[in-house]
């Protein structure tokens, strides 16, 4: 089993639809989560923390469920430009402090 | 800042051959990772460095070798390259480990390299 686990995806919604990917991770030891950005052929990005009372930035809402271990990102109205890679990011301390396991990622197309 | 850059951008390489690539961050980052991404898939950790003169294995580090010299310089090297090590790969530093929002890993633009 991987340590980071995916929706596979890909999504293809509308533009305005909602959408939400899960992602569970195997390590309870985990300290910290995160969701980057991976545009075509290009560098990921940091989308956004996940934080354990919840977290909003816009349309983007982060959930972290640390009992059922799994993090969530909910798209509100999707725009053309949210389409990319969604990669989910853990983060461990103790003995693996310093590394960063990542998700295969989640591919969502937003079309017109 | 320029952030974090690499160089070369794309190589092609035959079986056998050795590469380096450079990784440099200006922004005084402890933290630097090499990762490689294949297509379909997420990154995985080759190498990294929690400070300089420093460096550890990550989840795929056979047939890489890396060092820390310097702060801002993280030389990732292949001495024999295989078809295996075709892929993208990917830099990244980050300030520290703790909470925060310090742990955010900042990327280069990558290396496309093909082994024939």
């Known amino acids: 089993r991987k340590e980071v686990e995916q929706d596979p995806g890909p999504f293809n919604v509308p533009e305005g639809a909602t959408v939400a990917f899960n992602c569970t991770y195997s390590?309870?030891?985990?300290?910290?989560f995160f969701w980057y950005r991976q545009d075509c052929r290009k560098e990921p990005k940091l989308l956004m923390s996940?934080?354990?009372s919840g977290n909003e930035d816009g349309r983007f809402t982060a959930q972290l469920n640390r009992a059922s271990q799994y993090i969530s990102l909910l798209i509100r109205d999707s725009k053309l430009s949210d389409s990319a890679t969604y990669l989910c990011?853990?983060?461990?301390?103790?003995?693996?402090?310093?590394?960063?396991?990542f998700g295969d990622g989640t591919t969502l197309t937003v079309k017109p | 800042n320029a952030g974090v850059t690499q160089t070369p951008k794309f190589r092609v390489l035959k079986t056998g051959q050795s590469m380096t690539l450079l990784c440099a961050q200006d922004?005084?980052?402890?933290?630097m990772y090499w990762y490689r991404q294949d297509p379909g898939m997420g990154l995985r950790l080759i190498h990294y460095?929690?400070?300089?003169?420093?460096?550890a294995k990550g989840e795929v580090p056979d047939g890489y070798n890396v060092s820390r010299l310097k702060k801002q310089n993280f030389l990732l090297g292949l001495e024999s390259a295989a078809p295996s090590q075709t892929s993208v790969y990917f830099c990244?530093?980050?300030?520290?480990?703790?909470?925060?929002?310090?742990?955010?890993?900042?990327f280069g633009p990558g290396t496309r390299l093909l082994v024939l």
């Open positions: 990011v853990v983060n461990n301390l103790g003995a693996n402090a310093g590394k960063s396991t």
């Open positions: 460095s929690v400070g300089e003169g420093t460096t």
């Open positions: 996940v934080y354990s």
């Open positions: 922004m005084n980052h402890e933290y």
């Open positions: 390590n309870s030891a985990s300290q910290s």
């Open positions: 990244a530093s980050s300030y520290a480990r703790a909470s925060g929002g310090k742990e955010t890993q900042y």
